[in-house]
């Protein structure tokens, strides 16, 4: 299923393929190394566990839909878009907007990745139904109370927004103007009170330190904000390296957090009430931030630490599959 070639879509592919001629070969430098290659035999795996799966949560769904999408785009077969699309199926719930108990934003976060994946599905299988549970998800985020509410924070509940309707409006933009809107909205929410309102000078979540898992929330932080920053960059729009003056930016949470990364001795608040020794994990933040800056120090560390993640502390890491966020979907998506 495919879908029409648009004036719009037509420059956004032409403006993708400026960015393509601007960056350097796969392979250059260890900065912009293949994720596919890196990622080859973890996504494969995934995908085998993921394929004969029967996962019933948006969790579960999001994880198997995500690893099975990414072994689409490894190898081109059929058997895993098919796949993804049986437990698309199996799994649809109700709009949300029609819940008379919606679930919280940060408890829609599995849903950015479900929507990333189903950029990478669009020939393959029919996303008639889940397009339209999407489309009416962002309709909810962008209008109701709640999720405004919590779009407005200065916390991870707004970078969890943030991620969400990025991650939706990116895989819908040609379907609405909803979508289109939405993604410069996020682009503006991102430069201006995102960068004010929750990152400090030296590179710090303030709101995040005052939590009782200052570190876990500010690794979660960190996760959401590089997953939005990868899908709402554009050539006309360089958000990785964009700094208040004064110097909040993704480059300083970067800098701030790679020593600790390499050491969770040299975290300098207080310990995690739970889980704390089990952290920080492979996060993608820092593959995303090391791609964008070229710091192939920050890609070593992330290519080398194990991407097991404990069960206990699973739903602090937003994004499973760092392929389909560093890959670029058809038709511009």
Excluded at 35 to 53: G, N, P, Q
Aim: charged share 20%.
């Amino acid at each position: 299923m495919s879908k029409h070639l648009t004036r719009r879509r037509f420059t956004l592919a032409a403006a993708a393929a400026l960015v393509a001629t601007r960056l350097p070969a796969q392979g250059a430098s260890s900065a912009r190394a293949s994720v596919a290659t890196m990622e080859h035999d973890r996504v494969l795996a995934d995908a085998a566990v993921a394929i004969s799966a029967r996962p019933v949560t948006t969790a579960e769904v999001s994880a198997a839909v995500a690893a099975l999408s990414a072994a689409f785009l490894i190898t081109k077969e059929e058997r895993y878009a098919l796949a993804a699309q049986t437990h698309l199926n199996e799994w649809l719930p109700a709009p949300v907007s029609k819940s008379p108990n919606p679930p919280s934003v940060v408890e829609l976060i599995p849903v950015a990745e479900l929507a990333r994946a189903t950029s990478f599905l669009v020939d393959a299988i029919h996303l008639d139904q889940i397009d339209a549970w999407l489309n009416d998800l962002l309709f909810w985020l962008t209008t109701a109370r709640a999720p405004v509410i919590a779009r407005d924070t200065k916390d991870h509940r707004a970078s969890a927004w943030l991620l969400i309707a990025s991650a939706i409006a990116r895989s819908q933009q040609y379907n609405n103007t909803l979508a289109q809107e939405t993604l410069e909205q996020c682009r503006h929410l991102f430069r201006k009170p995102t960068l004010r309102n929750q990152i400090d000078e030296v590179g710090r979540f303030p709101q995040e330190l005052a939590t009782p898992n200052p570190f876990r929330n500010t690794l979660f932080n960190f996760d959401l904000l590089c997953g939005a920053c990868q899908l709402l960059e554009s050539p006309f729009d360089l958000l990785w390296a964009y700094e208040l003056a004064d110097g909040p930016g993704m480059r300083s949470v970067a800098a701030y957090l790679f020593p600790i990364l390499q050491d969770r001795n040299k975290w300098p608040g207080v310990s995690d009430a739970e889980h704390f020794r089990e952290l920080p994990g492979r996060r993608p933040g820092l593959l995303f931030a090391g791609r964008a800056f070229n710091r192939p120090e920050y890609v070593d560390l992330w290519r080398t630490t194990t991407a097991a993640i404990p069960a206990d502390i699973a739903a602090s890491f937003p994004i499973r599959q760092p392929l389909l966020w560093t890959a670029r979907a058809g038709h511009g998506l």
